[in-house]
């Protein structure tokens, strides 16, 4: 314990560039030393302020607060970047006891009254706006967390978090090890007709056997390329019953069940009439009702889309002397996307992950905010593959670090993400550290990572959250970037997806990985054309989850069922948004962003947020545009960037949106922007 405290790269500053974690220092057995002596010295600070006899003000309030909690910031993204990019028994452990720990600190000062109390205190009229913004957000901050309860009412809301947290990890470690534990088995290649090559290498075993780990969604990527409809259906049903008993460890049943009682009795206790209702206030949604007619004015029309596209699918599907059923789906879709000339074994050799970095979310970056990037061996990240880019402004002067993990491994968390290292803050003099994660197969060594469009917009979407990050101008880290209201955090990465088809950025990278001729002009048209193919398939999944998540948080502490199944397929059936072929994209019991925590009653935000980018494109291609560029220049870059990127939570987000639109959007550019209008 000693030398974990001593020799602790977590409590000492950063020597490296940037005050980028030194990654390769830290071990598992740093994180809960580190992470306890410097709660316990922000709890010092927290008691300096809740004590001081002076007049409350910025300076000795909101500026000693944002003080003490820098340290404990810093070690704990770093910690939390291993647990989800590297995971494993060790961090797992790690995680486990830390979260309860979190929450029980976070409780100590968010349930303070004295501290709330100097922050009602603060005459803030003489403010910079950016403070003004800090002391009101903090103020709502305590009253949703119960700063009104009595002390029973604070005591009981203690407990439930505590166990809340707990709940959620062991929710999430088991979504992960359901990933392996119910990973589709083949005996022989034969069953595999259609897989590529590389592919099969990479899934054979010892004893001759193919195995493939799932991906955290429902259907697989997998079954577009097998050619046999039992192999098909029996991915797509090992994929389906994760967590439903079939292996104990991974079994997430009672857990859902007790995460939704918890969650509607903390609502309860904080005076909501259920937990959605206490997340929508939170947000820019305010009103669950608002989220759910949202969600219910969309999902009749993707799901008529649906029936629209199913005769041309059941065509293919007796083509080839089978039934479509819901395994067979994605794998039609793609052959009648390949009709169109948008076959992914096309288009990959032209997809070269190098080039849809370097230069695809580059080189848009650079047209539009003028900002360049130049690579840092000297800089390491956590594993080998992982690399590091500085970032440079126009004037050639390093504003942060970018940092990406593109490869799937065994431990590391599903699906794709962005988050801080460091938080850009003008007040604690920091630049940011900025990290996307994929799940990308790793390919052979000297091979190079071909990727599928989805991936393609993948990078685009996630690299869309780093640019929020790393442009971020705010004051204070609490404000920065992406600590947005959460269904404001998805619009620019959203937004970031549309320069993938631009052609002036697709001519870019999109290039023959071995040849360098460009991807032919007849499939970047198609490209463009088919940009909301298959939406009708991926609007229904998406609302499907959408609305399971809202439906389990809509309860009160005595609605919760019994079985997790019988509600969830109540659920769709009420919501109108059932249908047989189409699964909903995260099932209950291994929808991590709901049950795993973070997303609780929020994934509708994903929904909630395009709204604003179909208004926001249609500005970049009209008012931005210069030439019919198609708003690819600066002018409209640092428009974007000056009123919103840039700003972080330090204004309401709809006054940065209202700024850019000039008035408040509509929900018909949803519709309009997937095609469903």
Known sequence: MMDAMTNNPLLSESTLPYRVPDWRAIKPEHILPAVTELMARQREAWEAVATNPEQATAENTVHALEDSGLALDLALNAAFTLVSSIGGDELEAVQAELMPMLTEHGNAYRLDK???????????ADLDPETRRYVEEEIKAFRLSGIELDDAGKARL???????????VEFSQRVVKAMEDNAPVFDSAEELEGVPADRLEAAKQEDGTYRFALENFTN???????????SRAKVLEASMSRGLGEHASSDTRQTVLDIARLRAERAELLGYPFHAQAVAEAGMARDSQAIVDLLGSVAPKAVAAVDRDREELEKLAAADGCELTAADYTYYQEKLRARLGLDDNALRPYLKLDNVVENGIFY?????????????DDIAGYVPTMKTWEVFDPNGEGIGLFQADFYRRPGKSGGAWMNSAVDASTHDGTKPVILNNCNFAEPAPGEPTLLTWDHVITVFHEFGHALHGLLSRTTYRSLAGTSVARDFVEMPSQLNEMWAYHPQVMANYAVHHATGEPLPADLVAKLTEAATFGQAFATTEFVAAALIDQAWHRLGPDEIPADVDEFEAHALAEFGVAHELVPPRYRSAFFAHTFGGGYDAGYYSYMWAEVLVGDLEDWFRTEGAIDGDGGLNRTAGEKYLTELLSRGNSRDPMESFVAIRGREPRAEALLERRGLA
């Open 114 to 124: 004295r501290i709330y109390e100097r922050f009602v205190a603060i005459d803030v």
């Open 220 to 230: 697989q990527t997998l079954q577009l390329d097998l050619v046999r409809p039992e």
């Open 158 to 168: 203690r407990e439930l978090d505590a166990e809340l947290s707990a709940l959620e």
């Open 364 to 376: 848009a970056a650079e047209k539009l905010y003028g900002i360049t990037f130049k690579e840092r």
